[in-house]
């Protein structure tokens, strides 16, 4: 680098390392030394000069039995820092499922909304995120996939398991419970990195990432590792389960993540008795989720009552989505109706302020 310093690139007259025209694989090997000069365009007219200056400033400065002589390769700055590849670009939409807390039904949510989704007759794929309580397979009722290699275009994928028309993969596949609650940060995102990069997916209209409660590492990996369409956020109604929803949503909106945030789902909305329809109890507060969407000026997407027909679906690894002639039925089918558009409205009005944001990322 010393040596260089000593070249000047006529263009600008500045020296080669100021102007910043020396890659960073620099390779001694012995006597060999080898590296790349970066130029603005391949046809720059300065080339020659530039790589045979930079040639006898090694001989000189380094030593004269140096071997670079032909070492020295000349890239453009576009070929140096090609743009990182979209991950998954046969997916047209990603949304995130996420909430503040644990507890409040986002995997029930997410797995009720997927089923929608493709009851709708959308491509739907589900990544299970939620290392600390990955119940997505229990709930597709696929608990004992094992999800096998398939070749696809030369690559070995792992094959997501599938029922219901969607698409799935979890890293409760592939580690047992116990153990998969100990993961934490650079193996988890790796893993899941995993999940996301070497499967395949294949082409799909919603790709879903039930995500793990709270803000975490995890959730940096995957908003920094795909370009999230939306964030949408599942809360109760009661209040310390809306103070970690506000976090949620403000996580998604900062500066570090920059992703919109869809719109809230108010899931234990309100209990109604089989015996007693009319009546609706409040059990953990009247709309809080509704104030809090109100009060962050995002929307509103559904509200979920507590049914038991919904918790005894998840056990069975029967989705209540799959009838949507019951009442829960129909309110995970309104609920993916207004995703839909919530996510078409953003792609029509917003995509290029979107990618702004993925830029920055
Ligand atoms: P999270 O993913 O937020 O931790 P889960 O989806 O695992 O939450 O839900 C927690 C428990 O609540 C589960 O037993 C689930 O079956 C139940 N549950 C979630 N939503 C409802 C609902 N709307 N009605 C009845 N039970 C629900």
Redesign the pocket.
Known sequence: MDALTNVRYPGNGKNLVEDGMVNDDIRIDGNKVSFSLLFEKPNDPFIKSVVKAAETAILTYVGKDTDIKGNISVVTRQQASPKPAKQLPQVKNIIAVS?G???????????NLAVALSGLGYRVGLLDA?IF?P?QPKMFRVEDARPHMVEVDGRELIEPAENYGVRLLSIGFFVNKEDAVLWRGAMASNALKQLIADANWGELDYFLI?LP?GTSDIHLTMVQTLAVTGAIV?TTPQDVALADARKGVSMFTGDKVNVPVLGLIE??AWFTPAELPENKYYIFGKEGGKRLAEELDIPLLGQ????????????SGIPVALNTDTI?GAAFQSLAKNIVEQVNYRNEHLAPTKQVEVAKN
């Open positions: 909430s807390k644990g507890g409040v039904g986002k995997s029930t949510v997410a797995a939620d309580g119940s039930d409660p599942v899931n234990m979920i009552p507590i049914v038991q027909s919904i918790r005894e679906g998840g056990d829960t």
